[in-house]
């Protein structure tokens, strides 16, 4: 079946915007809370960091002490907005109703529909999903990214073609989140592993793992390196 149909699924466009609804109903109930105004502990920091950022301090003279992934992001934005905690909760929300479109249509590529309506509804709806979404943390970026990945394995694997996009695309996604936390290394492992499994013949296999790899390394290398360099000095 053909994975982008000119027609988009009412399902997924559903889903996003019932995902978009729930998480404007939250913002209008915490956005006047002290907490919700005023980031604490590493919401703080990011916050801090992006602010910098988009002041035009791309490269601080120290080794990362955060995971750089989202604080980056997270400056862009306020380079466009200023520095806007409503802003960056809604940057959040609309990962979070991407996320949930993607489930949606993660289960009609694996042809269990109703798994993927399902599974979509429920994160749209999970409390602590918009919890941490309405807050300057890179959780948001991070379920997106992995959900992503994963999307793109997918479609590498459908219908036993084996374009090479989709595993770039999906290593590059997984380096992403390795910056944004690096505890997703064992799940790179495991994407390795399948990868290598859903390979027939040794060149072929040799290939498409090496490809998920280097895609993955691509992203991550140049801050491993940076930060190497920066603690020398």
């Known amino acids: 079946s053909d994975p982008f149909p000119r027609r988009i699924d009412p399902w997924i466009l559903g889903v996003a915007l019932l995902a978009l609804a729930l998480r404007a109903g939250y913002f209008l109930n915490v ?27 791309i490269n601080p003279p120290n080794v990362f002490f955060l995971n750089p992934g989202y604080p980056y992001l997270l400056g862009g ?6 520095r806007s905690v409503p802003a960056a909760a809604w940057l959040n929300f609309c990962l979070g109703a991407l996320t949930a479109a ?11 529909v109703w798994a993927g309506r399902l599974a979509g509804i429920a994160f749209a709806a999970y409390g602590p999903a918009m919890f941490y979404e309405g807050q300057a943390l890179s959780l948001a970026l991070m379920a997106f990214v992995n959900t992503g990945a994963l999307a793109c394995l997918l479609e590498w694997d459908a219908d036993g073609r084996r374009n090479a996009r989709w595993l770039i695309v999906a290593g590059a996604a997984f380096g992403l989140s390795m910056l944004l936390r690096p505890n997703v290394a064992p799940a790179i492992l495991a994407a390795l592993v399948w990868v290598a ?6 060149e072929a296999r040799v290939k498409a793992v090496v490809r998920l790899g ?17 603690a020398r000095e």
Do not use: C
């Open 214 to 230: 280097l895609a993955v390394a691509y992203v991550l290398l140049p801050v491993l390196i940076r930060n190497s360099v920066v």
């Open 197 to 202: 499994w859903r390979t027939e013949g040794t």
């Open 77 to 82: 934005l306020y380079a466009l907005t200023g």
């Open 102 to 112: 993607l489930l949606v249509w993660m289960g009609r590529r694996l042809g269990h």
């Open 31 to 57: 956005r006047s809370e002290i907490l919700f105004q005023h980031p604490t502990l590493n919401a703080e920091s990011y916050d801090g960091w992006a602010q910098a950022i988009a002041q035009g301090q």
